[in-house]
C-alpha cells in the first residue's frame, strides 16, 4: 500500500496537474495542443515532434505527471541565443522512463551522445585515487564539489505535495542528526531565518539564492517557498546540504584555498555517511546502471557532480585561445558568482563540462588536471611565453 502522502498525491492529481490545472485532452487534437517551439534554443524544442509529443501527452507516470509538466519550463524560456539549456524537467523518477522518447533524446543532446539505452554509468567515490590535488593558490582561491540526491519514493520538487515535501526534509534532517565528527553540525529552516540571516548565506555562497530562476518558477518547484526548505552544514561549514531547492538535497564540499583532493575526500566520505544514514531508516536513493544518479533535472543525471574553482587568470582569460583549451580540457567557465553573472577581478568558477558517463573520480581528476593546465599557461603569459591548446579529452570513461 502506498503511504498516505503518496495516497494523497494520487487523488490531488487525478483532476488536474500540480499547478491546479484541469485535465481537458478529450476537447482537442494532439496537433491543436502542440506548443510554438519556433524560435527556441533549447535540447526539448530540438528533440520533441508533433509525433512523440501525440503518443506521449496523454501518458501519465504513476504519481500522475505529464508530458506537459515536463516540457514547460522549455516552453515558457526558448533559452538563451547562445547557450542552449535542457528544456525539460522530471516530475518523479518514472518521468524518465514513461517518457523515454523524449527524455533519451535529449540526454543523448545535452551529454554529447550518451546514449542511456546502450551506455552504463559508473559510480567511483575512492578519494584515493586522486593524484596532485594541491592547487597554487596564488591563483586558485577556493574549491568546492557539490552533487544531487533524491529519495527513492517521493516525488521531486516540480511534482510534489507539500506533504512530500515536508517528509523530504523530515528524512534527510533526522539521518543527519547521526553524522559525527568533523561532519557534525545543525540544520537550519528557511521558516525560521530572518531575512538577514537568509540573505548573509547567501552572500557568502552557503545558502541558495531566493527562487527566482525561470527553471525553478515555470517548473513549479518554488511552490509553497519557503515551507520545509533549508540548510544543514558542519560547525565548520565545509560541508553542507540543501534540502529542497532544486532537487531533494545538494550536498556540498567546499573550502578557501587549493586542496581540492581534501574536499574531494570529505565530500566521499560524507556522501556515503549520509546514505548509510538514510539507508538505516528505510529509504534509499534513486539510482539505476543507465542514468546513475536520477535528479531533476537531465544535465544532472549520472554523477550530479560539478567540481570547480575560483581561480584568478588575468592573462589567459584575455586571450583569445581561452575557450578552445577549456573545451578540449573538457571545462566550462562561469562568472564569479555562477551561471549568467561577469568574472569580478578576473576570477573564474571553472568546473567539469561533464556528469553522465564519467564516474566522480575521473570527472574531479579532469578538473585538478585541467586547472593546473590553465595555471602553467597563465605562467607561461606572464613570463611572456606561447602557450598551446591541448589534445582534446575523450567524452567517456573508456572502460
Not at 32 to 57: F, Q, V, W
Not at 107 to 121: E, L, Q, S, V, W
Not at 159 to 167: G, I, N
Not at 217 to 239: L, Q, S, V, Y
Request: overall charge positive; hydrophobic content about 35%; charged content about 30%.
Amino acid at each position: 500500500a502506498l503511504p498516505w502522502f503518496k495516497r494523497q498525491v494520487s487523488v490531488r492529481k487525478a483532476g488536474g496537474d500540480v499547478r491546479g490545472h484541469s485535465n481537458v485532452w478529450g476537447c482537442s487534437p494532439c496537433s491543436a495542443d502542440y506548443p510554438d517551439l519556433r524560435k527556441h534554443n533549447n535540447c526539448m524544442a530540438e528533440c520533441l515532434t508533433p509525433g512523440i509529443y501525440s503518443r506521449l501527452r496523454d501518458k501519465m507516470t504513476p504519481n500522475g505527471y505529464t508530458l506537459d509538466q515536463c516540457i514547460q519550463t522549455g516552453v515558457d524560456n526558448p533559452g538563451h541565443p547562445f547557450i542552449k539549456t535542457v528544456g525539460m524537467v522530471a516530475g518523479d523518477e518514472e518521468s524518465y522512463e514513461v517518457f523515454a522518447e523524449i527524455f533519451d533524446p535529449v540526454i543523448k543532446a545535452r551529454h554529447n551522445g550518451y546514449d542511456p539505452r546502450t551506455m552504463r554509468h559508473h559510480t567511483d567515490l575512492d578519494a584515493s585515487k586522486i593524484t596532485h590535488g594541491q592547487f597554487d593558490e596564488r591563483y586558485v582561491l577556493s574549491s568546492r564539489v557539490r552533487t544531487g540526491r533524491s529519495i527513492r519514493g517521493l516525488s521531486l520538487p516540480p511534482a510534489c505535495t507539500r506533504a512530500e515535501r515536508r517528509e523530504v526534509e523530515n528524512v534527510v534532517v533526522t539521518a543527519l542528526s547521526g553524522l559525527r565528527g568533523d561532519l557534525s553540525g545543525k540544520y537550519y529552516s528557511l521558516t525560521s531565518m530572518t531575512e538577514r540571516e537568509q540573505q548573509q548565506l547567501i552572500d557568502d555562497h552557503f545558502l541558495f539564492d531566493k527562487p527566482v530562476s525561470p527553471l525553478l518558477t515555470c517548473a513549479g518547484m518554488a511552490r509553497d517557498w519557503p515551507d520545509a526548505r533549508g540548510i544543514w552544514h558542519n560547525n565548520e561549514k565545509t560541508f553542507l546540504i540543501w534540502i529542497n531547492e532544486e532537487d531533494h538535497t545538494r550536498v556540498i564540499s567546499m573550502e578557501k584555498g587549493g586542496n581540492m583532493k581534501r574536499v574531494f575526500e570529505r565530500f566521499c566520505r560524507g556522501l556515503k555517511e549520509v546514505e548509510r544514514l538514510i539507508k538505516e531508516r528505510g529509504w534509499e536513493f534513486m539510482w539505476n546502471e543507465r542514468l546513475g544518479y536520477v535528479l531533476t533535472c537531465p544535465s544532472n543525471l549520472g554523477t550530479g557532480l560539478r567540481a570547480g574553482v575560483h581561480v584568478k587568470l588575468p592573462r589567459l582569460s584575455k586571450d583569445p585561445r581561452f575557450s578552445k583549451i577549456l573545451e578540449n580540457l573538457r571545462l566550462q567557465k562561469r562568472g564569479t558568482g555562477g551561471v549568467d553573472t561577469a568574472a569580478v577581478a578576473d576570477v573564474y568558477d571553472i568546473s567539469n563540462l561533464d556528469r553522465l558517463g564519467r564516474s566522480e573520480v575521473e570527472l574531479v581528476q579532469i578538473v585538478i588536471d585541467g586547472v593546473n593546465y590553465l595555471v602553467d599557461c597563465e605562467k607561461k603569459l606572464e613570463r611572456g611565453q606561447d602557450i598551446k591548446v591541448p589534445p582534446p579529452l575523450p567524452q567517456f570513461s573508456r572502460r
